[in-house]
Nanobody, 116 residues
Framework: QVQLVESGGGLVQAGGSLRLSCAAS????????MAWFRQAPGKQRDLVAT???????NYVDSVQGRFTISRDNAKNTMFLQMNSLKPEDTAIYYC??????????WGQGTQVTVTA
């Protein structure tokens, strides 16, 4: 069983930066595909970025060039560096992990609020 815990959320002005962390326990993450999702009030949970076990990354268009997903397998931790934040980035951010198929492990979420 994998437990994921996010941290690093907060309140920031538009144009600012935040770095989210996702710490894993229970098993090592090195063989897991990982991702960040977000859910804004009244909306569905959407994929933001993914990173494969081999370090290949993908981003949704709305965050491309502003967000960077990374992982430190030695520390069993994944990160999301968020720069040039916009009010529309306001959401609860969740990290997720999977071996194969759908994402089966989820964190509890961390709130990111961007003010204009």
């Amino acid at each position: 069983q994998v437990q994921l815990v996010e941290s690093g959320g907060g309140l920031v002005q538009a144009g600012g930066s935040l770095r989210l962390s996702c710490a894993a326990s229970g098993r090592t993450l090195s063989s897991y595909g990982m991702a960040w999702f977000r859910q804004a009030p009244g909306k569905q949970r959407d994929l933001v970025a993914t990173i494969s076990s081999g370090g290949i990354t993908n981003y949704v268009d709305s965050v491309q060039g502003r967000f960077t997903i990374s992982r430190d397998n030695a520390k069993n931790t994944m990160f999301l560096q968020m720069n040039s934040l916009k009010p529309e980035d306001t959401a609860i951010y969740y990290c997720a992990g999977r071996r194969t198929g759908g994402y089966e492990y989820w964190g509890q979420g961390t709130q990111v609020t961007v003010t204009a």
